[in-house]
């Protein structure tokens, strides 16, 4: 059985082909000391384990996730690595390539969007690129699978040989690395083939190797000398640079003059696909109010063409068919009344409720994985980068932000990304504010009972501001925390591409599944709660909900809603249940309210709000305290209870302060 290792830059297709390579995946926890999830895969053939590592640009990490494949070549022991390089990038590409090279276990390299290099006129002689580099060289095109079969043939026929690199790096480095290697030949692990490999990554003063080598504080000290000697001896060579400086440039010439010889550039075309679409998408002045309105089609085609359709049918078969089949089926066995009521009023009536809003939530999430996988989620963010830097914080934080629309539990985790402490901090402290699926159904319910024929432009709205009041919370932030802290952005900008089917619906699925497991556990649990609080009270079993234990808790807050606009203990009720997951708000009030279908919920909440206090409630929703998970999150990113409490508090101050101003400004200016 074989143990492969899956690397390359990212927007590679990497993941692409790692879909191909395996029947089937799972992840098995986070890599040591960091959030990105640790995907291992099953070849289809049966011949062994492909372990996806995180896309890198050179194993000298820039942020802790970027360590992840360091450290794994260090600790770990893989058989064989398939290095994905992009035809198109080659000479970028190709610095990863050499220092695994450098590594010395068996490697192929996997030529991916050779399709790509073609269409913008490059010819790479693959042959004569093998032979330089000195393992073998497949052309792919990922995206449909060709030359996949290729690979997993060689692969797992272990026909692969370790291969035969070396780069002279002249006399002081060639000097410190023999000198590092003879000093640490008893701390560098025996599955690493190549001590050379340990000597340069510590030359680079790579922390994620020094980190996984656990080198003494006199071995270190050593290391230090060898290294502060070779710098020296660089300069009186007249060489100004820095060792790290200096080996890549090494590193650099050469692969320039591999690609010289082995990509032919004459006929390239002056302006490929993706600068022309980047001409109308990136324009200085249109392309920020281009992808507004794309976020509105995006809202419109979840709440009005094709969400609510789906909804809709969804809605008609848990208040028909399933509740009288499933009333009947209890009546057969002779059920108690407490069951019947427990099971219709309860499960069905509260994780139904939260359910039939699940094709829209599958539709937002397929369209955020067609901005992920398409390359417009890089460039919104360099579009944005200005806005953001004004705020305190770069371009990236967008992208932890969109991923918030869908869940702000791995929108957090994302925010591992960013390389500044200060902006990582801050975009995690934020990332709550984003409206995430769990508040869909809440809008998707008041939008479409007092704002039917506006719903996907007040939903928008909601999704709008919680953008607004992030960046001036950020700047506010900014301006008191993380005082003269420096930031950059850096941020590729992969070619335009049509999402393969298959990994566009399966990165659609992996984001939905996490709602439905909530369906099946927080909602579940939730729901059975609320019901059993509204089913007794203080004197035993309720003989109204006005009496029950949830109507007193309810009522306790009732008072400090009431000058928002929506204090009834029922409102109170509803959004306390809301801390557990954001879904439970709508099963709390199906149950309330002790409605058969969502036309009765509907008519229950048109009498007991107007449009004004709906919206004031909204903006409550989309603003108060963040859910239990994503306290938990937030916890464990931040690795501070003073920064989680400050999350929650700022959070359920913001939203009284916002829905007070809307509810009482929108009373003065007569919308009763």
Partial sequence: ????????????????????????????????????????????????????????????????????????????????????????????????????????????????????????????????????IGV????????????????????????????????DYGSAVEAAISNISRELTSVIPDHIPSERFIALQLLERND???????????????????????????HKAGNPSTLQEYIRSVRTKHIQEICAKTVDATHRKPNTLTEKIDSILTHPIWGIPIFLVFMLFTFQLTFDWLGNPL????????????????????????????????????????????????????????????IEDSGYMARITVMMDKIMELAGLNGKSLIPFIIGFGCNVPAIMASRSIEQQKERMLTMLLVPLMSCSARLPVYALFAGIFFAKSQALIVFSLYLLGIVLALLLAKLFSLFMFKDTKSFFMVELPPYRMPQSTTLFRSTWEKGKGFLRKAGTFILGGSVLVWLLSYVGPGGVAETMDDSFLAYIGGLFASILHPLGFGTWQSGAALITGFMAKEVVVSTMNIIYHVPDMAGLQDQIA??????????????????????ATVGILRKETDSWKWTAFSVIYSLTLAYIVSFIIYQGGKLLGFV
């Fill in 136 to 167: 073998p060289v497949l052309p792919l095109v990922a995206r449909t699978g060709k030359g996949a079969d290729d690979l997993l043939h060689l692969i797992s026929n272990s026909e692969v040989k370790a291969p035969d690199f070396h780069i």
């Fill in 311 to 370: 909804s809709d049918l969804l809605e008609s078969f848990f208040s028909g068919p399933l509740s009288t089949w499933v009333e009947n089926g209890l009546e057969a066995v002779g059920a108690s009344e407490f069951t019947r009521a427990l099971l219709i009023d309860g499960i069905i009536g509260g994780v139904g409720g939260v359910l039939v809003f699940v094709p829209q939530i599958f539709v937002m999430f397929l369209i955020i994985s067609f």
């Fill in 607 to 628: 009498l007991a709000f107007t449009p004004l206090k709906a919206y004031s409630f909204m903006v409550f929703v989309l603003l108060y305290t963040p859910c239990l």
């Fill in 208 to 234: 994620a190797v020094i980190h996984s080598l656990n080198l003494g504080n006199e071995q270190m000290a050593k290391v230090q000398s060898i290294c502060d000697l070779a710098e020296q001896r660089l």
């Fill in 1 to 132: 059985m074989i143990n492969a290792a899956l690397i390359g830059n990212p927007n590679t297709g990497k993941t692409s082909l790692f879909n191909t390579l395996t029947s089937s995946y799972e992840y098995v926890g986070n890599w040591s000391g960091v959030t990105v999830e640790k995907k291992i895969g099953h070849l289809k053939n049966k011949s062994g384990d492909l372990t996806d590592l995180p896309g890198i640009y050179t194993l000298h990490p820039l942020s802790r996730d970027e360590g992840v494949a360091a450290e794994y070549l260090v600790t770990d022991s893989p058989d064989l690595l398939i290095n994905i390089v992009d035809a198109s990038q080659l000479e970028r590409n190709l610095y990863l390539t050499f220092q695994l090279l450098e590594y010395g276990k068996p490697m192929v390299i996997g030529l991916n969007m050779i399709d790509v290099a073609q269409s913008n006129g490059l010819r790479i002689n693959l042959e004569a690129l093998a032979e330089s």
